[in-house]
């Protein structure tokens, strides 16, 4: 299975993808802080799907099996040398088979032949599963801090691939 860059006519999957996901890995899950069922149905709505496909600031890729969205990563541009990988996201019930390491290298791939320089991952601090990873696709921890998600203060890892 090789991701793709999502177009607008795959919203709709990507939001049963969402509320899959979300479903699977519960409310309390790594990557989930701060959601609710509110949030999950707005950010998996058509609506805000095809605005953020829309965006050219925004990339959306999917790695599916049967027209069935398997995972999902997201990019936003930061400036013209940066861009962060803002969403990654695997169906708990398929992880381990290798396609969050696939959807993370065609993001690096992709933003290094767009020209960026620069690939920045947030994570909570007590995803150590995430930070591991992002660490042995190359990617640096450069700093910690702290952001909040809708009214949940998260502690974060900063990590980062710079592109020679």
Do not use: C
Request: glycine content about 10%; aromatic content about 6%; charged content about 30%.
């Amino acid at each position: 299975m090789e991701p793709v860059r999502a177009a607008v006519a795959d919203a709709e999957r990507i939001g049963v993808f969402l509320h899959e996901a979300w479903r699977e890995a519960g409310p309390g899950g790594l990557g989930f802080t701060g959601a609710t069922e509110e949030t999950i149905n707005e950010v998996a709505s058509e609506e805000f799907l095809r605005k953020r496909l829309t965006n050219p600031d925004v990339q959306m890729y999917i790695i599916e099996d049967a027209k069935r969205v398997l995972g999902l990563a997201v990019t936003r541009r930061i400036d013209a040398g940066s861009v962060e990988l803002s969403g990654m996201m695997v169906l708990e019930s398929v992880t381990g088979r290798g396609l969050g390491t696939t959807l993370v290298k065609k993001v690096l791939n992709e933003a290094h032949k767009a020209g960026f320089h620069k690939v920045v991952v947030k994570t909570e601090v007590i995803n150590r599963r995430a930070i591991q990873f992002y660490k042995k696709l190359g990617l640096k921890e450069v700093g910690r801090g702290r952001e909040r998600v809708e009214e949940t203060r998260v502690d974060i890892v900063i990590l980062e691939k710079v592109f020679q």
